[in-house]
Every structure is written in structure tokens, then in C-alpha cells.
């Protein structure tokens, strides 16, 4: 019996499910690059040649095992541009009885699956995602009938069931969460450990030079590509993370500073997103490393929950509140995406820092998507659609399992409260306390109004202003709220006054058209 075995680019591993029964003496494997999955959003040059490049290397090693491989390159003759097309036009070269495949991480892919399963000529396996910890299902069952899904319930099950950092039934150090010490600003003069990038070999290249001719007019520059694309290559980030960045990671997880995109970051998500890493491997490693005595729990326990926690959390909950989820506006947030998320240009350092070093590298780490580029769009209360296109775009890790609970839930709290329990909103006297940004800021974070004060620091008591019917109740917006009861009139109307001016001022540019957007 002959399988046609379709990998989609963000299963690139020889475990993955559809893999595991490959009959390399009889089956074909499929991978293909099509255009509508590079275009459904206009996505980061660097995210569109990390995937074409990992998937031909990926090809490759199969081809090495002794598989057939069916490549289909973006600019092969007769190619249809979207799965179901290659997918049909593969059945007729190939004479298979079956279909396998395994479940995509978005919805919108899984919609296209459900519909091969009527109409392909073929019977189609779909099976489960064993790049997970936790299965979809058990996730489900967690989540049913709760409103609010917390993270931190989520991940004890995870700690228990997978033995991760625990002894005898209980947490490693006598405590599950050590958050309070991973809150450090960076020293001045610190100095960071130096990162390897990997330098892209010539197939890599023709990737970079393919994206170049076919996606020129998309966000993004290619000149300092330099993620792992081989297993072989994440496995050796992985390496130099853990041992060079991991025992001190904890401590200045929070932390930012200019010009310095990366700090203690792992910057393995690309690859652990597109499979080349596994969430399974990744903790097992950092566990190791803190029994071995090279990392302190602290470090290893706060790695570990980004991965075994947070990542499976939004995952599950990506799959148990989809479709409805992405469609929640719980604050009416409306306000169209500022220009300068895409020029970089606008006198707010601390956003400038961020847009500029994701135009060049694809990335930013956690805090600066939360606290930054995030808390921005929550207090100027901008559309949460147009909110989660750009973060979908602009990461190189992007896929809309983590991108949208992470931002419609955890940033906007467009979802009334699923994920979080309070927005997290903040004024420019949290970017001042974990980043060197401000003092070389136009605005001052000192000052509260007028033409020179911090804008975050406006805009954070006049979101509060104008989500008083909405937040107002809420136990743990108690604090800001009773400061805000001690405002007299006249100052809330300077605040009002002041947000209205800086938000009038912002310009939108290409006034929502989605052709003009870089
Ligand atoms: P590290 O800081 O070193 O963390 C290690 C790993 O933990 C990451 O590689 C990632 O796999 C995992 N992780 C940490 N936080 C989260 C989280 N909140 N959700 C899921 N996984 C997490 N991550 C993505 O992979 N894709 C996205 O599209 C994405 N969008 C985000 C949008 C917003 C608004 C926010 C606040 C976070 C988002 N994240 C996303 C999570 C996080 O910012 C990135 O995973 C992280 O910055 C990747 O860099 P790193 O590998 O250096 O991570
Ligand atoms: C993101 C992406 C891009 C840009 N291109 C391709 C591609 O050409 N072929 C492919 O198989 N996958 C691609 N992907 C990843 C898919 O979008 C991803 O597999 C689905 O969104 C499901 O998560
Ligand atoms: Fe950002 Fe305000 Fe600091 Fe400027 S002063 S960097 S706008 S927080």
C-alpha cells in the first residue's frame, strides 16, 4: 500500500505523527511551498525564507533516509498556490490509497482538512499533533465549563504529569512558581553573553534570494537572517543557550535595553514552532542542566513554564475556544493600527526599539511584545483585529495558535477575561523601571501632561477613564481605580485632553488598505 504523507511547513520532524509508520521502500512524502500560505497574511521576509529554508533541508534528510520526497517549490510550473490544489495535483501523479496527515496548528488550515476528507478521491487520516504535551482533547476536557482558564492551574497538572522539576509528588524547592525573582533590571555595563547566529548555507540562500524576487513589497529585511534551519542547528542553539544564557535567564527575563534585542532570550521559538526543536526535549534539557548544578531552579523553573505552562496553555485554549475566540471585542476597541508599527517611526523610543529591531531580526522577546508594542495598543485602545494582523505578520515564530491568545487574550483582553484576570496595563513608569529606554526618549516618563510627558502615562489613566463601566468592578483593578476616585475633575479633563491630542496626531497612512501595507 502506497501512503502520500503531506507535511506542512511547521511539522518539520521525523517524529511527527504522520511520519512514524513511513514505509520509506513504498510511500511519498509531500511537502509544498505555496503562495496563499505565504500571503493570507503579508508575513515577515525572514519568517517566509526561515520556513522554505527548513523545509528543503528537511526534504533533504528524508531523501538521505532513502524516502521520496515530492518538493514542490514555489515557482514550479502548474503550482496551484494553496494546499487542497497541491494535494489534489499530487493524487494525480501519484497512485496512493490513502492520505495522511498531521492536524495543522491553525483553524483556518483544519477547515481545509475537514473539506479534503469529502473531497479528495482518497480516504484521508488526520492525526493528532504529537508535538504537544498536551493533547487537544484533555485540554477540552480541563477547560469545559470554566470561564476563566488560568495558566498557573494549567500548569501544576502539566508539572505533575509530565515528573517535569518535581520530587515524590512534589514541586522541586518546595514551591511551583519562582516569577518573583526573575524581575531584574540590567546593570549598567553588564555584559551580555555573545550569541551564535548561523550563517546560511547555499540553500538557505536560494531561499533568502527566492523571497527577495517573490515577496520584496512585505515587511521585513533579510540582511541579518540568521536563525537555525536543520535540527541539527536548533539542537546546537539549544546547546548554547542552556549552557551559556539559562543560568542567568531568570534573572533578567523582564528585562530590557536599547539596541540589545536578544539579552538571556532562548530564541528558539522559530524552530520549536516549525518543529525542529520539541517542547519535550527543550524542558528535559533545562531540567537536566539544574540537576546537573549548571542552572539554579530558579532559572530552570521559569524556562520551564514558558514552554510546559504558558505555550501549552495557549495552544490548548487556541483549540478550545476557536472559532469564536478571535471574534470577542470586550473593551470596543476600534482605533486603527498606528503607521509607525510598520515605519518604526514615531518619538516613542521605547516603540521605536521594538518595531525597528523586528523589521531586522523577526523578533522581539516577551516583554517587549507585552509591555511595549502590547500595552500600547491595549491603552490607545487599537482594533484588536488590526492589532493581532501586525503580530502575525511581524515574528518569525508567529502562527495564530500562540500569536492570538497571546494578544487578543493576554495584551488586549479583548476576550473579557478567559485568560487574564485584569488588562495589563501600565504606565511609562514600568518601561522605566525594567529598560534604559527613557533617557534617550523625547518624552519624559517623569512627567504626566503636557507636549513632553510619556504618552503611556496619558493614556493609561485615560484608558481607565474610559473603561470605567467596564473595569471598574473588577477586584483586581481595585488600586488604580480608587486613585483615579481621588482625581478631581479638572485633572481627569487634562488627562482626556492630553489623549485626545496624542491620538488625533497618530497617522494610519495607508487608511486600512491592505495593498499599501510594506
Ligand atoms: P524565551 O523568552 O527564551 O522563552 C522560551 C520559550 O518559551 C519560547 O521560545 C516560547 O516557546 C515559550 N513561551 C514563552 N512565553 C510564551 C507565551 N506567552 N506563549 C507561548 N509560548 C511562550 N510566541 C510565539 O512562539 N509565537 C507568537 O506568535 C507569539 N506571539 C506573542 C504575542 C504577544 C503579544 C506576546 C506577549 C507573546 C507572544 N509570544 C509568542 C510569546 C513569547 O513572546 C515568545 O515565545 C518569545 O518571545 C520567543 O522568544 P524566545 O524563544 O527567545 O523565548
Ligand atoms: C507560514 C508558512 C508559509 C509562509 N509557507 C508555507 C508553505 O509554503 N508551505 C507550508 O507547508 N507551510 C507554510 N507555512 C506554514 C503554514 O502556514 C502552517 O503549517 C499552517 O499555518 C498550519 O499551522
Ligand atoms: Fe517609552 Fe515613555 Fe520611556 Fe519614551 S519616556 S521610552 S515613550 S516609556
Same mark, same amino acid.
Given at each position: 500500500?502506497?501512503?502520500?504523507?503531506?507535511?506542512?511547513?511547521?511539522?518539520?520532524?521525523?517524529?511527527?505523527?504522520?511520519?512514524? #509508520?513511513?514505509?520509506?521502500?513504498?510511500?511519498?512524502?509531500?511537502?509544498?511551498?505555496?503562495?496563499?500560505?505565504?500571503?493570507?497574511?503579508?508575513?515577515?521576509?525572514?519568517?517566509?525564507?526561515?520556513?522554505?529554508?527548513?523545509?528543503?533541508? &528537511?526534504?533533504?534528510?528524508?531523501?538521505?533516509?532513502?524516502? +521520496?520526497?515530492?518538493?514542490?517549490?514555489?515557482?514550479?510550473?502548474?503550482?496551484?498556490?494553496? @494546499?487542497?490544489?497541491?494535494?489534489?495535483?499530487?493524487?494525480?501523479?501519484?497512485? !496512493?490509497?490513502?492520505?495522511?496527515?498531521?492536524?495543522?496548528?491553525?483553524?483556518?488550515?483544519?477547515?481545509?482538512?475537514?473539506?479534503?476528507?469529502?473531497?479528495? *478521491?482518497?480516504?484521508?487520516?488526520?492525526? *493528532? #499533533?504529537?508535538?504537544?504535551?498536551?493533547?487537544?482533547?484533555?485540554?477540552?476536557?480541563?477547560?469545559?465549563?470554566?470561564? %476563566?482558564?488560568?495558566?498557573?492551574?494549567?500548569?501544576?497538572?502539566?508539572?505533575?504529569?509530565?515528573?517535569?522539576?518535581?520530587?515524590?509528588?512534589?514541586?522541586?524547592?518546595?514551591?511551583?512558581? &519562582?516569577?518573583?525573582?526573575?524581575?531584574?533590571?540590567?546593570?549598567?555595563?553588564?555584559?551580555?553573553? $555573545?550569541?551564535?547566529? &548561523? =550563517?546560511?548555507?547555499?540553500?538557505?540562500?536560494?531561499?533568502?534570494?527566492? !523571497?527577495? =524576487?517573490?515577496?520584496?513589497?512585505?515587511?521585513?529585511?533579510?540582511?541579518?537572517?540568521?536563525? *537555525?534551519?536543520?535540527?541539527?542547528?536548533?539542537?546546537?542553539?539549544?546547546?548554547?543557550?542552556?549552557?551559556?544564557?539559562?543560568?542567568?535567564?531568570?534573572?533578567?527575563?523582564?528585562?530590557?535595553?536599547?539596541?540589545?534585542?536578544?539579552?538571556?532570550?532562548? /530564541?528558539?521559538?522559530?524552530?520549536?514552532?516549525?518543529?525542529?526543536?520539541?517542547? +519535550?526535549?527543550?524542558?528535559?534539557?533545562?531540567?537536566?542542566? %539544574?540537576?546537573?548544578?549548571?542552572?539554579? /531552579?530558579?532559572?530552570?523553573?521559569? @524556562?520551564?513554564?514558558?514552554?510546559?505552562?504558558?505555550?501549552?496553555?495557549?495552544?490548548?485554549?487556541?483549540?478550545?475556544?476557536?472559532?469564536?475566540?478571535?471574534?470577542?471585542?470586550?473593551?470596543?476597541?476600534?482605533?486603527?493600527?498606528?503607521?509607525?508599527?510598520?515605519?518604526?517611526?514615531?518619538?516613542?523610543?521605547?516603540?521605536?526599539?521594538?518595531?525597528?529591531?523586528?523589521?531586522?531580526?523577526?523578533?522581539?522577546?516577551?516583554?517587549?511584545?507585552?509591555?511595549?508594542?502590547?500595552?500600547?495598543?491595549?491603552?490607545?485602545?487599537? #482594533?484588536?483585529? =488590526?492589532?493581532?494582523?501586525?503580530?502575525?505578520?511581524?515574528?518569525?515564530?508567529?502562527?495564530?495558535?500562540?500569536?492570538?491568545?497571546?494578544?487578543?487574550?493576554?495584551?488586549?483582553?479583548?476576550?473579557?477575561?478567559?485568560?487574564?484576570?485584569?488588562?495589563?496595563?501600565?504606565?511609562?513608569?514600568?518601561?522605566?523601571?525594567?529598560?534604559?529606554?527613557?533617557?534617550?526618549?523625547?518624552?519624559?516618563?517623569?512627567?504626566?501632561?503636557?507636549?513632553?510627558?510619556?504618552?503611556?502615562?496619558?493614556?493609561?489613566?485615560?484608558?481607565?477613564?474610559?473603561?470605567?463601566?467596564?473595569?471598574? $468592578?473588577?477586584?483586581?483593578?481595585?488600586?488604580?481605580?480608587?486613585? /483615579?476616585?481621588?482625581?478631581?475633575?479638572?485633572?481627569?479633563?487634562?488627562?482626556?485632553?492630553?489623549?485626545?491630542? @496624542?491620538?488625533?496626531?497618530?497617522?494610519? $497612512?495607508?487608511?486600512?488598505?491592505?495593498?499599501?501595507?510594506?
Amino acid at each position: 500500500d502506497r501512503t502520500l504523507r503531506l507535511i506542512l511547513g511547521d511539522q518539520l520532524n521525523r517524529r511527527v505523527s504522520s511520519l512514524t #509508520d513511513l514505509d520509506t521502500d513504498a510511500d511519498v512524502v509531500l511537502l509544498v511551498e505555496v503562495r496563499d500560505e505565504a500571503t493570507y497574511v503579508r508575513h515577515h521576509k525572514q519568517k517566509i525564507a526561515f520556513l522554505f529554508a527548513a523545509m528543503r533541508h &528537511f526534504a533533504e534528510e528524508l531523501r538521505e533516509e532513502g524516502a +521520496e520526497v515530492d518538493y514542490v517549490r514555489l515557482t514550479d510550473e502548474g503550482n496551484t498556490g494553496s @494546499f487542497t490544489g497541491e494535494v489534489e495535483r499530487a493524487l494525480a501523479r501519484h497512485a !496512493v490509497s490513502r492520505v495522511v496527515v498531521t492536524e495543522p496548528g491553525e483553524w483556518r488550515v483544519w477547515q481545509m482538512m475537514q473539506e479534503w476528507r469529502d473531497n479528495l *478521491p482518497v480516504p484521508v487520516e488526520i492525526r *493528532p #499533533d504529537n508535538r504537544f504535551l498536551c493533547p487537544r482533547e484533555d485540554f477540552a476536557k480541563w477547560a469545559e465549563g470554566r470561564h %476563566h482558564l488560568r495558566m498557573e492551574t494549567f500548569y501544576r497538572g502539566m508539572r505533575k504529569r509530565t515528573g517535569l522539576l518535581m520530587e515524590k509528588g512534589e514541586p522541586l524547592g518546595g514551591r511551583w512558581n &519562582f516569577d518573583a525573582e526573575n524581575r531584574k533590571k540590567l546593570p549598567r555595563g553588564h555584559r551580555l553573553p $555573545d550569541r551564535i547566529g &548561523f =550563517q546560511p548555507d547555499s540553500v538557505t540562500r536560494e531561499a533568502i534570494t527566492l !523571497v527577495e =524576487q517573490e515577496f520584496a513589497d512585505h515587511f521585513g529585511d533579510l540582511t541579518a537572517f540568521q536563525w *537555525p534551519v536543520t535540527r541539527g542547528d536548533a539542537l546546537a542553539s539549544l546547546r548554547h543557550f542552556i549552557e551559556e544564557c539559562l543560568p542567568t535567564f531568570g534573572d533578567y527575563q523582564d528585562a530590557m535595553k536599547g539596541d540589545e534585542p536578544f539579552l538571556y532570550h532562548a /530564541l528558539i521559538s522559530p524552530a520549536l514552532n516549525a518543529g525542529l526543536l520539541t517542547a +519535550e526535549e527543550v524542558c528535559r534539557a533545562a531540567e537536566r542542566a %539544574h540537576r546537573e548544578g549548571a542552572v539554579p /531552579l530558579h532559572c530552570a523553573e521559569g @524556562f520551564i513554564r514558558q514552554i510546559l505552562g504558558w505555550r501549552e496553555y495557549v495552544r490548548g485554549l487556541y483549540w478550545a475556544r476557536m472559532p469564536e475566540y478571535r471574534e470577542t471585542n470586550a473593551l470596543d476597541a476600534g482605533r486603527p493600527l498606528p503607521w509607525f508599527y510598520w515605519s518604526g517611526e514615531t518619538e516613542l523610543r521605547c516603540i521605536r526599539q521594538v518595531v525597528d529591531q523586528t523589521r531586522a531580526h523577526a523578533y522581539a522577546h516577551h516583554i517587549q511584545r507585552l509591555m511595549v508594542t502590547g500595552n500600547f495598543a491595549l491603552i490607545a485602545g487599537l #482594533d484588536p483585529a =488590526q492589532v493581532e494582523e501586525w503580530y502575525l505578520i511581524v515574528f518569525a515564530d508567529a502562527y495564530e495558535w500562540v500569536e492570538l491568545p497571546n494578544v487578543h487574550g493576554m495584551v488586549l483582553w479583548a476576550d473579557g477575561g478567559v485568560m487574564g484576570s485584569k488588562p495589563y496595563a501600565a504606565s511609562g513608569a514600568y518601561i522605566d523601571r525594567m529598560s534604559d529606554y527613557c533617557r534617550d526618549c523625547f518624552y519624559d516618563v517623569k512627567v504626566k501632561n503636557g507636549p513632553k510627558a510619556c504618552p503611556f502615562n496619558y493614556l493609561y489613566w485615560n484608558f481607565l477613564i474610559e473603561n470605567e463601566d467596564r473595569l471598574a $468592578d473588577n477586584q483586581r483593578m481595585a488600586m488604580p481605580y480608587r486613585t /483615579l476616585g481621588k482625581m478631581d475633575e479638572k485633572r481627569r479633563k487634562e488627562i482626556q485632553a492630553d489623549a485626545a491630542r @496624542f491620538l488625533a496626531s497618530l497617522t494610519t $497612512d495607508h487608511k486600512g488598505d491592505q495593498a499599501a501595507k510594506p
